[in-house]
């Protein structure tokens, strides 16, 4: 029996993202995010999430798109990456996608990728290509 994984897919800009959703711990919409003075470039900042600081990562930058205001469908993935917790806003949560472990397809090689590493894999999904974050190097400085 083929192996069958399933992956929450979202949107940032125009692309479709998808990450592991054993990593989610849960998807909330945006609360007030604390600026932490001289933080690494990719952590936005900080919210309060029931007592628990976690740091919020905004993938429009992280991805090199201009920011934006936040809208009704911009939500607040958090989930788990190294034993940490971690937030990522995203533009909008779109499904969960269950796909054949064997349709992830190593991410080609781009000339023009600034970091290599970011995307661990793409796969098909009804007709689209989605890009299979690596969260590991989403939350490292550039």
Known sequence: MEDIIQL???????????????????IINPTKITAVPYADGVIEGVVNLRSVI???VDLRKRLGLS????????????????????????DEVL???????SSIEPSPRLESE??????LGVCRYEDQL???L??????RPR
């Open 130 to 132: 989605l890009l299979l």
């Open 114 to 119: 600034e970091e290599p590493g970011l995307f």
């Open 8 to 26: 929450a897919a979202f949107r940032v800009g125009d692309e479709r993202y998808v990450i592991d959703i054993m990593r989610i711990r849960e």
């Open 134 to 139: 690596n969260l590991k190097k989403v939350i």
């Open 95 to 101: 499904e969960v996608v269950r796909v054949p472990r």
């Open 54 to 56: 976690i740091p919020i």
């Open 67 to 90: 920011p934006r205001a936040n809208t009704r469908q911009t939500k607040f993935i958090i989930a788990s990456v190294e034993s940490r917790v971690y937030g990522f806003r995203v």
